[in-house]
């Protein structure tokens, strides 16, 4: 393994810890204070969650990528923009360090690291948010690497925070964070049962926005 390849490992590793830590650790301190406010929780997890993707892909985007993401992994294996044992590399290291920030998220607030979400989350509409939800993040992505690059950081988290809000799922649109919100029974909990219709539709959602945009942004023709 390459010095750049393991330096992009643990830049993808580390954004994924502290980006599910902060979901779910927000998610419960938010809980914990808003005295039964669901709306008022869901303001409070979703700017932590925002501010945290603003940092982190500002931070280690000019190491990784910044990717965080299966989703966004897979289309930019799909654009041959980074090649497939990378990709799956990659994707392992979002799992694991996505798992050990849950996990870490659980310790800092003395909850039992080990558990599993009863929150169910499940349905048409919960699916739809999804798919609307990932096919927006990666059109985002994309868009704005093609013509604002130094904007990728500010737009992926402005989305993501008003796509918590707009979306019947509350912008889950990562299949790493649905895998580690489901060991997670707190406000950002999803039960594990309705892990796989959720990751489906994210990544039909993400190979949807990846074939729209190929057009969309295409360089202009002479």
């Known amino acids: 393994m390459t010095q750049g390849l393991s330096r992009s490992l643990l830049a993808e590793g580390l954004g994924s810890f502290f980006l599910f830590a902060t979901v779910v650790g927000s998610g419960v301190m938010a ?3 808003s ?3 669901v709306g008022i929780a869901l303001l409070a997890n979703a700017l932590a969650t925002g501010a945290i993707l603003f940092v982190l892909i500002a931070m280690l985007g000019p ?3 910044a990717h965080f993401n299966p989703a966004v992994t897979l289309v930019m294996a799909l654009g041959r923009a980074i090649a497939p044992r990378r990709a799956l590399l990659y994707v392992t290291v979002q799992i694991v360090g996505g798992i050990l920030g849950v996990w870490a998220a659980h310790l800092m607030f003395d909850l039992p690291i080990v558990q599993f979400s009863a929150r169910a989350r499940t349905g048409a509409g919960q699916w739809a948010g999804e798919f609307i939800a990932t096919f927006g993040l ?4 994309i868009g704005t690497l093609r013509h604002r690059a130094e904007w990728v950081a500010p737009s992926v988290a402005l989305y993501i925070t008003a796509a918590y809000w707009f979306t019947s799922s509350t912008s889950f649109a990562n299949p790493a964070i649905a895998v580690a919100r489901s060991l997670s029974n707190s406000f950002a909990g999803i039960a594990p049962a309705d892990v796989p219709a959720f990751i489906a539709a994210q990544l039909a959602g993400a190979v949807a926005a990846y074939a729209i945009a190929r057009s969309l942004f295409a360089p202009a023709a002479d």
């Open 138 to 141: 990666i059109l985002t992505i």
């Open 31 to 33: 809980e914990q204070l």
């Open 35 to 37: 005295g039964g406010n």
């Open 63 to 65: 190491v990784s990528g």
